[in-house]
């Protein structure tokens, strides 16, 4: 039996579905049943959870011949302590993986889980790193991913509204563009084939480097907007922009501070690209099979 976290997330899903494809008993963990439906079709195992939920984790771990943990990104957007949250979701997570005596572990981690401070939510995946290090006789492998193409979709409101792409990142800051649907297949590999001992790390660059300015351009491309450019918000404009969508400041704070991380490459990668740790998925690929598809949904709404 394999075990997967957050399996309704983007990387969650991806590791579920590979797993089903090849054939694979699979366990799927999530807040919500019904969400859990399209892998339940497919022959999952469902079981309902909180992921601070100690002895739920522990009941759902048991039996497994490797799990796929991940510190689910979703933010309490009214949470005025995040940190503590992502600490109690550790605390389950490790705690219910020493209880079921689980011995293979794939964590999804991220570029700048080396930094102990200063990164915003990723500094939690830090410590999930340096917890599941800490399980005696656990074999944990770590993947330190690049920026999620996925995470571009969130523009595409800005450019149905104002034709333009925006944030807060500088817009010539290269970042190593990588598909979810390829860390679940990595994730997938490792956990069928337990070709990791003790405690690995494994960077992930994803198919290219692109600056945000320069991913907009091959969007607008696509999408017959031949002029879409990338315009740098202020953090006050920013901030100003996610009080609207109903985020605490706390929250605001620690995501400014992940956007100056990037911005100084105080969150960088640490290997340089290689065939090793490039993947397949292109940008034009996901423009294509997931941009595009999202962003005639939302126009059409």
């Known amino acids: 039996m394999y075990v997967v976290t957050g399996a309704t997330g983007r ?12 054939g694979q008993p699979v366990r799927v963990i999530g807040r919500n049943l019904e969400r859990l ?13 909180e992921p601070t939920d100690e002895a739920r984790l522990s009941e759902a771990f048991s039996g497994a011949e490797a799990v796929y943990v991940m510190l689910q990104p979703n933010y309490i957007i009214t949470s005025n302590d995040f940190r503590t949250y992502q600490k109690s979701v550790i605390n389950a997570i490790t705690s219910a993986l020493e209880q079921a005596e689980v011995k293979n572990v794939v964590s999804l981690s991220s570029w700048g889980a080396d930094k102990e401070k200063d990164t915003g939510p990723v500094t939690g995946l830090h410590l999930l790193e340096q917890r599941l290090n800490q399980i005696e006789q656990l074999n944990v492998l770590h993947l330190r ?9 969130s523009q595409i409101k800005n450019l149905l509204f104002h034709d333009v792409a925006r944030g807060p990142f500088l817009p010539d800051v290269q970042f190593p563009m990588i598909s979810t649907r390829d860390i679940g297949r990595i994730a997938g590999e490792a956990m069928l084939k337990g070709n990791y001992q003790g405690r690995q790390i494994r960077e992930l660059h994803g198919s290219c480097n692109l600056s945000m ?7 607008g491309k696509a999408i017959d907007k031949p002029n879409l450019s990338y315009i740098q918000q202020t953090e006050e404009e920013a901030r100003e922009e996610m009080r609207m969508d109903g985020f605490s400041e706390h929250i605001i704070g620690l995501v400014l ?45």
């Open 213 to 219: 300015s320069e991913a907009v351009v091959l969007i």
């Open 11 to 22: 990387t969650g899903s991806a590791v579920a579905n590979y797993l089903l494809d090849n």
């Open 257 to 301: 501070e992940t956007t100056r991380a990037l911005n100084t490459k105080h969150i960088r990668m640490l290997e340089q690209r290689s065939f090793e740790n490039t993947t397949p998925t292109s940008f034009e690929t996901f423009i294509n099979e997931v941009f595009i598809p999202q962003y005639e949904k939302e126009a059409q709404i």
């Open 145 to 153: 991913s690049g920026y999620f193409m996925e995470n571009l979709l």
């Open 37 to 49: 439906t399209s892998f339940v079709r497919k022959g999952a195992e469902p079981f309902i959870s």
